[in-house]
């Protein structure tokens, strides 16, 4: 896993092999990230990494300059290994050891970007629980956007507040906004 952009451009970061993460690609990052470049600034935006993992996507908003993230996975390895390597590179990342629902359940931060990026085979019930949720907590700040990356199979478009979605290869990123109705 690299840092695209940013202070950290290029730097390489090895995660421990048994961590039970599917790091988002390259690629599909790299993509997600000239997305959200035309919409924020990302040294004024907070942002919530839902389902962390490795922290790559911490990394990528804290390497462009972002200042409030903070980052929730249920496994100690991943939040011992977010902690270790956002102390290494100096990183403001905040990261959390508990279940992403009981997270979104007991009314946590609010941010600009909320990054969701489960388990590929979560149940149906599940994945719409994360806007579901997010929205009723109204944890979007103004102009915020929830996006879910998930498996090509699976189908958010008829989801509440869902704007559109973008695939890259095996993964797509479906993004959900606040509007006004």
């Known amino acids: 896993m690299r840092i695209i952009s ?47 993992g490795t922290g790559n996507i911490s990394y990528e908003f804290a390497s462009r300059g972002s200042e409030s993230i903070t980052s929730v996975d249920a496994d100690f390895g991943c939040i011992k290994f977010i902690t270790a390597t956002s102390s290494d590179l100096d990183f403001p990342i905040v990261a959390i050891k508990k279940d992403v629902f009981q997270y979104l359940e007991s009314n946590p931060v609010k941010a600009h970007i909320i990054f969701a990026d489960p388990p590929y085979d979560l149940s149906p019930e599940e994945f719409t629980a994360i806007p579901k949720l997010v929205f009723e907590k109204q944890l979007l700040l103004e102009n915020g956007v929830l996006i879910i990356e998930h498996s090509k199979h699976t189908d958010l478009s008829h989801l509440e507040h869902f704007t559109n979605q973008r695939r890259y290869g095996g993964s797509v990123f479906s993004f959900f906004e606040w509007s006004e109705e």
Not at 17 to 35: C, G, H, Q, S, Y
Not at 38 to 46: A, D, M, W
């Open 6 to 52: 940013g202070k950290n451009k290029g730097q390489r970061l090895s995660a421990p092999k048994k961590l039970p993460v599917r790091p988002t690609t390259d690629m599909a990052k790299e993509a997600l990230f000239n997305i959200l470049n035309n919409q924020y600034h990302f040294n004024e935006v907070s942002v919530l990494d839902l389902f962390a």
